[in-house]
């Protein structure tokens, strides 16, 4: 079946600092993807969906300059965590969606810790 | 805006139980409704597909029903397993089908 593949699966870095997520299709080609957070004990928000070639698409209240996203090929999209705080430590998830009534697949998840 | 509401927040029940978990709704207009499993930690797995069109899927011990009219889903789980343990979550397709917006999840205990 479908695989997203997402990496790194836990980062832990200084506040102040990038922090690149990479979020990729395996075995298909990927016209949207799509970038979620979840905290502790919430269910998952999504922050921004990203089409191939275009500019990402930002939920009210997600800072477009802080979580830069690039989705420059079908297979491949990244989110960066710009000058990162403590605050931005969450639960990052991708998922991804071929075409027509194709299911959204998920990556893994990358834990991100700001210290 | 949607919102999506997943009852109970938590439920422990011993091996061997049928069990069901429900979601609701506020706005009808949906294109597709999926249930994911995540385990602590983890990413999520998807479990059950239902399109706007569909009333219900199966998969082995699992059923997932879809009323939209009452903007209510529930996922049934027959004769559970302690291997059942995890946050079942609840995710509405806008009617654009773009993004998926999700309940909190139930967290579900099987005990053996």
């Known amino acids: 079946g479908a695989v997203v593949s997402q990496h790194p699966s836990r980062v832990i870095c200084k506040s102040g600092t990038s922090v690149k997520i990479e979020c990729r299709s395996l075995?298909?080609?990927?016209?949207?993807m799509f970038w979620y957070r979840q905290f502790p004990k919430q269910s998952l928000m999504l922050m921004a969906t990203?089409?191939?070639?275009?500019?990402?698409?930002?939920e009210q209240g997600v800072e477009k300059d802080k979580f830069l996203i690039n989705h420059a090929s079908l297979t491949l999209s990244t989110l960066t965590v710009t000058s990162a705080h403590p605050e931005d430590s969450s639960f990052y998830i991708c998922?991804?969606?071929?075409?027509?009534?194709?299911?959204?697949?998920f990556g893994n998840g990358t834990r991100l810790t700001v210290t | 805006k949607q919102e999506v509401t997943q009852i109970p927040a938590a439920l422990s029940v011993p091996e061997g139980e049928n069990l069901v978990l429900n979601c609701s709704f506020t706005?009808?207009?949906?294109?597709?409704l999926q249930w994911f499993r995540q385990d602590p930690g983890k990413g999520l797995t998807s479990l059950l597909l239902?399109?706007?069109?569909?009333r219900e899927q199966t998969s082995g011990r699992l059923n997932a029903s879809l009323d939209k009219s009452s903007g209510r889903s529930t996922l049934y789980i027959a004769a559970s397993q302690p291997g059942d343990s995890a946050t079942y979550l609840c995710?509405?397709?806008?009617?654009?089908?773009?993004?998926?917006?999700f309940g909190k999840g139930t967290t579900l205990s099987v005990s053996s």
């Open positions: 998922s991804a969606s071929g075409s027509g009534d194709s299911p959204l697949h």
């Open positions: 075995d298909f080609q990927a016209t949207t």
């Open positions: 990203s089409n191939e070639g275009s500019k990402a698409t930002y």
């Open positions: 706005d009808s207009a949906i294109y597709n």
């Open positions: 239902i399109q706007s069109s569909q």
């Open positions: 995710a509405v397709y806008n009617q654009a089908g773009t993004a998926l917006i």
